[in-house]
């Protein structure tokens, strides 16, 4: 028997809660989450330069690059992409 009392054989590598390991499945729980719009968000980091609509401006490049002359709008501290981060960005408090 082990020494809390339990008949299974074999060393335990870890002892404690089940919630005390990390897991894909409880990996973002009780940490502050990025709203959807902010630019680690699910919909803004689309804007972002590794994004799909980011990514693909970057690739047509010209004034659609990251900084060119509307690209720059839309990143964090562009007008556009800076009054979004403002008004809708930011984490939503813990998880759980």
Excluded: C, Y
């Amino acid at each position: 028997m082990s020494a809390h009392g339990s008949s299974n054989t074999g060393a335990k590598t870890q002892t404690g809660m089940a919630s005390a390991t990390t897991t894909p499945a409880n990996a973002g729980l009780g940490g502050d989450k990025p709203k959807a719009f902010d630019a680690e968000g699910t919909i803004g980091k689309q804007f972002t330069e590794q994004g799909a609509l980011g990514g693909a401006a970057q690739k047509v490049g010209g004034p659609l690059d990251k900084e060119g002359m509307i690209g720059k709008q839309f990143t964090p501290e562009g007008s556009i992409g800076g009054s979004v981060q403002s008004a809708m960005g930011g984490t939503k408090g813990r998880s759980n």
